[in-house]
C-alpha cells in the first residue's frame, strides 16, 4: 500500500501554491517530500518557511509514516 | 481591593473559580508594554484595561487613517489624522480611569527597549513588521523579559509566550528559534499589500490579552515552546511544538551588540532602491518597457489604459516565456511583490533587464498616472 501524507500550507504560502492542502503519496522521508513539493510548486524556491512533521519543525531527513501531516509554515508580520 | 466600586468593576472576574481578590491584585500591580496601537494592539488594549492591569505603556508613532477603522476598534472617524497613542489613551481611560497609561508617540527604538523594558514585568509586541518584530524580541530576551508574540496574515494569525521563564534560570524559546533570521524584503506581505480580514487582528489581539491576564495572574498553561496559528475561514488551529537551542542562531549576544545592529538593514529595507525604478523615471521610459502587472486577477484598479501584460505573481514561473529578451517592469498595489518577482527572476537569463515600480499602482494613483 502507499504512504499518503498529508501537506498543509499556511498563510501566504497558498498565493504561491494556489491551494492548502495536498496529498502526495509514496513519501518515504522529509527529504523526498520536500524535493516533490518543491518541483509541484516551483514559486516556493522564492519563500521562506519552516516545514513541520506532526507538529515537530523538522530540521533534519527523517522518515515519514503512513497518514503524517506536513505542514509548510511563513513567517507572519501583520499587526 | 481598596475600593467597593472595584469590587462591582470586576466582579464577573472575581467570582471566577481561582481567580479572586488575589489574581485581580496581581493585575492590578502589574504593568504591561505594549508596542504597537494598531488591529492587535486595539483589542489586547481594551481588555488589558477592562480586566484591570495597572500600568500600561503604550508605543506607536502613526496616526489614525480611515483604512484603519475596519479594525481598529479604539478610533472613530472623527480620530483620523491624529496620533493612535493619544486616541487610544482618552478612549481607554474613559473605559477605566484606575489604569495609569503611558504613552510614546514615536517609532520603538533599540534604547528604547533598553531604557524602558525593565519598567514593565510584561512586552507585548502587536507591531505589523519584521523590523520591530526582531528589535523586541532580541531585546526581551536580552533583558529576561517575557514576550507575548501575536501577528495576522490574510485569514489565519499566530500567538505565542517567548522568553518565559521554566526550570532553574532557563527561558522558552523565542522568535529566533523559529525563524533565525527574518525573510527577504517585501517577500512576506504585510495588511495593507496582503489585506486582512477585519476581526482577525480582533481575535488574534484578544489570544494575546487572554495569554497577558493568565501569565500575570497564574491562571491555565500560557502557549509556551509551542506557537498557535489560527485560521479563521475553516477554524481549524494547529499548533506547532518549537525546541529551545542552547543559543538562539543570530540574536545579539550582549546589549552593546544588540544597540550596533541595524534592524532595518537585516530585514532588507536596504534593498529597496537597487533594482527599483519610481513612476516620474518609468513615465520618460515606457516606450522601451514592457509592464507587467503581477497582482491577482481580482486586484483593482485595472491598468487598463495603459499597454501591459497581466500575469499574476503565482503564474509567473510558469509564464516565464512571455517576456523573453524584454526589458520589464514589474508592478504590484504597492511596490513590494514586485520586488519579490525582480528578486524571483535575477537568475533567469532570458530577461535584459527587470525593475521593480517603486510604490507600484499606489504611486500611480497618486501621480494621476492612471
Keep these: 500500500m502507499l504512504n499518503m ?3 498543509r500550507f ?10 492548502e492542502k495536498v496529498l502526495i503519496e509514496d513519501i518515504r522521508d522529509t527529504d523526498m517530500m520536500i524535493n516533490k513539493i518543491m518541483e509541484m510548486y516551483p514559486a516556493l524556491a522564492t519563500a521562506t518557511f519552516k516545514v513541520a512533521l506532526n507538529n515537530k519543525l523538522v530540521n533534519d531527513k527523517i522518515e515519514i509514516a503512513e497518514n503524517s501531516i506536513i505542514a509548510f509554515m511563513p513567517p507572519f508580520s501583520g499587526g | 481591593m481598596k475600593l467597593s466600586h472595584s469590587y462591582n468593576r470586576y466582579q464577573r472576574q472575581l467570582i471566577l473559580k481561582g481567580f479572586g481578590p488575589i489574581a485581580q491584585d496581581k493585575l492590578s500591580n502589574a504593568s504591561v508594554l505594549v508596542i504597537g496601537a494598531g488591529g492587535l494592539g486595539c483589542p489586547l488594549l481594551q481588555y488589558l484595561v477592562a480586566a484591570g492591569v495597572g500600568h500600561i505603556g503604550i508605543a506607536d508613532d502613526d496616526i489614525v487613517s480611515l483604512s484603519n477603522l475596519h479594525r481598529q476598534v479604539l478610533f472613530t472617524m472623527e480620530d483620523i489624522g491624529k496620533s493612535k497613542v493619544e486616541v487610544a489613551k482618552k478612549r481607554l481611560q474613559s473605559m477605566n480611569d484606575d489604569v495609569d497609561i503611558t ?6 527604538t533599540q534604547q528604547d527597549c533598553v531604557d524602558h523594558f525593565n519598567d514593565y514585568d510584561l512586552i507585548v509586541d502587536a507591531t505589523d513588521n519584521f523590523s520591530s518584530r526582531y528589535l523586541i524580541n532580541d531585546a526581551a530576551v536580552l533583558m529576561g523579559k517575557t514576550l507575548v508574540f501575536g501577528a495576522v496574515s490574510q485569514f489565519e494569525g499566530q500567538v505565542a509566550v517567548f522568553n518565559y521563564p521554566t526550570e532553574g534560570d532557563n527561558r522558552s524559546v523565542n522568535y529566533r528559534d523559529y525563524f533565525s533570521t527574518p525573510p527577504k524584503n517585501g517577500e512576506v506581505l504585510n495588511c495593507s499589500e496582503a489585506g486582512v480580514l477585519g476581526v482577525l ?17 497564574g491562571i491555565g498553561k500560557p502557549l509556551i515552546n509551542k506557537i498557535l496559528t489560527y485560521n479563521s475561514i475553516t477554524h481549524e488551529s494547529y499548533m506547532l511544538e518549537l525546541e529551545k537551542k542552547s543559543i538562539s ?9 544588540f544597540l550596533k545592529t541595524n534592524y532595518a538593514e537585516l530585514c532588507g529595507i536596504s534593498y529597496f532602491g537597487i533594482d527599483e525604478i519610481d513612476v516620474d523615471e518609468w513615465d520618460k521610459q515606457k516606450g522601451n518597457l514592457l509592464l ?7 486586484e483593482l484598479p485595472k491598468l487598463s489604459e495603459l499597454p501591459h501584460l497581466a500575469i499574476p505573481l503565482s503564474e509567473l514561473y510558469n509564464r516565464l516565456n512571455e517576456l523573453t529578451d524584454a526589458n520589464v517592469v514589474f508592478v504590484c498595489q504597492s511596490g513590494r511583490r514586485s520586488l519579490q518577482a525582480v528578486m524571483m527572476l535575477k537568475n ?7 525593475f521593480s515600480l517603486k510604490g507600484g499602482v499606489d504611486a500611480m494613483l497618486t501621480q494621476k498616472i492612471i
Excluded: Y
Excluded at chain 1, 499556511?10 to 491551494?19: N, P, V
Design chain 1, 5 to 7: 501524507v498529508e501537506i
Design chain 2, 348 to 354: 533567469e537569463i532570458i530577461l535584459s533587464k527587470a
Design chain 2, 201 to 217: 487582528p480582533g481575535i488574534i489581539g484578544t489570544m494575546q490579552a487572554t495569554e497577558v491576564i493568565k501569565i500575570l495572574t
Design chain 2, 103 to 108: 504613552t510614546w508617540n514615536e517609532r520603538w
Design chain 1, 10 to 19: 499556511f498563510g501566504q504560502l497558498t498565493d504561491l501554491t494556489k491551494t
Design chain 2, 249 to 257: 542562531d543570530n540574536l545579539p549576544s550582549n546589549i552593546e551588540n
Design chain 2, 292 to 298: 507587467v502587472d503581477i497582482r491577482e486577477a481580482h
